[in-house]
């Protein structure tokens, strides 16, 4: 199969597994925290021509469990008020505790959440937005962005 074909079906199944191509959802990263593909992929404990790699379509997954879960911790603390407001020691602070943390993956469960940022997303959202404005938020990303469909559905029910 030549490169480009192999590129695109490997993108294509990262759309199914992850819900968008992970090189967006890691340049995401790398802007929110103001950090280099490199220094991403120490936090994420990955090597960083893998997560190039990855990023490229050149790979379609990422093998490791910890390391996507790692990931998505990542994601969620964007939401939190340091990290959003662009405080560097906050920011500093969330990826060291990711780097640092050690998930537990098993059949049942991907453990990602940080409750703490969580929480705090949540009182956040619900302190901005109503309900029904979140739930509608949450329907028109839930197709390019999943877990922040998750999180507005979250804030929008409490027992979600």
Not at 65 to 76: D, N
Not at 119 to 125: C, E, M, P, R
Not at 133 to 143: F, G
């Amino acid at each position: 199969m030549e490169d480009h074909k192999i590129v695109q079906r490997n993108l294509a199944l990262q759309r199914e597994w992850y819900g968008e191509p992970l090189g967006d959802r890691v340049r995401r990263l790398v802007v929110a925290f103001d950090i280099s593909q490199a220094y991403l992929a120490d936090v994420l404990g990955i090597s960083a021509p893998m997560l190039s790699q990855v990023m490229s379509g050149r790979r379609a997954k990422i093998g490791n469990p910890a390391v996507l879960a790692r990931l998505i911790m990542l994601e969620r603390k964007i939401l939190t008020p340091g990290v959003a407001s662009g405080d560097r020691p906050a920011i500093q602070q969330a990826l060291d505790d990711v780097r640092e943390s050690r998930p537990t993956v098993d059949r049942d469960a991907l453990p990602v959440h940080d409750s703490r940022a969580d929480v705090a997303a949540v009182q956040a959202l619900r302190r901005v937005a109503r309900p029904e404005e979140l739930t509608r938020a949450a329907e028109t990303v839930r197709d390019n962005h999943p877990w922040l469909a998750e999180l507005l559905r979250r804030a929008a029910f409490p027992q979600v």
